[in-house]
Protein backbone atom coordinates (compact mmCIF):
# COMPACT_ATOMS: atom_id res chain seq x y z
CA UNK A 1 0.00 0.00 0.00
CA UNK A 2 1.61 3.51 -0.94
CA UNK A 3 1.02 6.50 1.10
CA UNK A 4 0.77 10.38 -0.95
CA UNK A 5 3.88 10.94 0.23
CA UNK A 6 6.17 7.81 -0.83
CA UNK A 7 4.06 8.46 -4.45
CA UNK A 8 5.10 12.00 -4.24
CA UNK A 9 8.80 11.48 -3.50
CA UNK A 10 8.61 8.85 -6.01
CA UNK A 11 7.34 11.19 -8.74
CA UNK A 12 10.17 14.02 -7.71
CA UNK A 13 12.92 11.40 -7.85
CA UNK A 14 12.06 10.40 -11.41
CA UNK A 15 12.06 13.80 -12.66
CA UNK A 16 15.11 14.30 -10.75
CA UNK A 17 16.50 11.61 -12.70
CA UNK A 18 14.99 13.11 -15.68
CA UNK A 19 16.55 16.49 -15.52
CA UNK A 20 19.57 15.64 -14.36
CA UNK A 21 20.00 13.04 -17.90
CA UNK A 22 19.23 16.61 -19.32
CA UNK A 23 22.00 18.60 -18.04
CA UNK A 24 24.70 15.67 -18.79
CA UNK A 25 23.38 15.12 -22.41
CA UNK A 26 23.71 19.51 -22.70
CA UNK A 27 27.05 19.52 -21.17
CA UNK A 28 28.20 16.25 -23.58
CA UNK A 29 27.09 18.13 -26.55
CA UNK A 30 28.60 21.42 -25.49
CA UNK A 31 31.98 19.68 -24.62
CA UNK A 32 31.56 17.90 -28.39
CA UNK A 33 31.58 21.24 -29.99
CA UNK A 34 33.99 22.69 -28.20
CA UNK A 35 36.46 20.22 -29.07
CA UNK A 36 35.04 20.34 -32.67
CA UNK A 37 36.25 23.90 -32.72
CA UNK A 38 39.47 23.10 -30.93
CA UNK A 39 40.23 20.89 -33.73
CA UNK A 40 38.99 22.90 -36.53
CA UNK A 41 40.64 25.79 -35.04
CA UNK A 42 44.10 24.28 -35.39
CA UNK A 43 44.95 24.76 -39.11
CA UNK A 44 47.48 25.85 -41.05
CA UNK A 45 47.77 29.36 -39.67
CA UNK A 46 47.52 28.14 -35.84
CA UNK A 47 51.16 29.23 -35.23
CA UNK A 48 50.52 32.92 -36.99
CA UNK A 49 47.48 33.20 -35.00
CA UNK A 50 48.73 32.18 -31.76
CA UNK A 51 52.08 34.57 -32.39
CA UNK A 52 49.47 37.51 -32.96
CA UNK A 53 47.25 36.63 -29.50
CA UNK A 54 50.40 36.52 -27.43
CA UNK A 55 51.97 40.27 -29.34
CA UNK A 56 48.24 41.09 -28.74
CA UNK A 57 47.74 40.36 -25.01
CA UNK A 58 51.48 41.63 -24.45
CA UNK A 59 50.92 45.11 -26.54
CA UNK A 60 47.26 45.49 -25.04
CA UNK A 61 47.68 46.80 -21.98
CA UNK A 62 50.39 49.01 -22.77
CA UNK A 63 48.50 50.38 -25.83
CA UNK A 64 50.34 54.16 -25.22
CA UNK A 65 53.49 52.53 -24.84
CA UNK A 66 53.61 50.42 -27.74
CA UNK A 67 52.23 53.20 -30.22
CA UNK A 68 54.77 55.60 -28.69
CA UNK A 69 57.63 53.54 -29.38
CA UNK A 70 56.45 52.43 -33.00
CA UNK A 71 56.16 55.95 -33.61
CA UNK A 72 59.83 56.75 -32.26
CA UNK A 73 61.00 53.48 -34.45
CA UNK A 74 59.07 55.42 -37.24
CA UNK A 75 60.64 58.79 -36.82
CA UNK A 76 64.37 57.11 -36.56
CA UNK A 77 63.72 54.77 -39.14
CA UNK A 78 62.89 58.11 -41.09
CA UNK A 79 66.19 59.80 -39.82
CA UNK A 80 68.27 57.14 -41.65
CA UNK A 81 66.63 57.06 -44.84
Avoid at 3 to 11: D, F, G, K, Q
Avoid at 12 to 22: G, I, K, R, V
Avoid at 61 to 81: E, N
Amino acid sequence: MSTPHAEAVSRLSAQHDSTSNEFVSSDFVALAAHMHDCQRSRGRFFPLRAALESLHATASPRIVTTGAVFVCCGVALLAVV
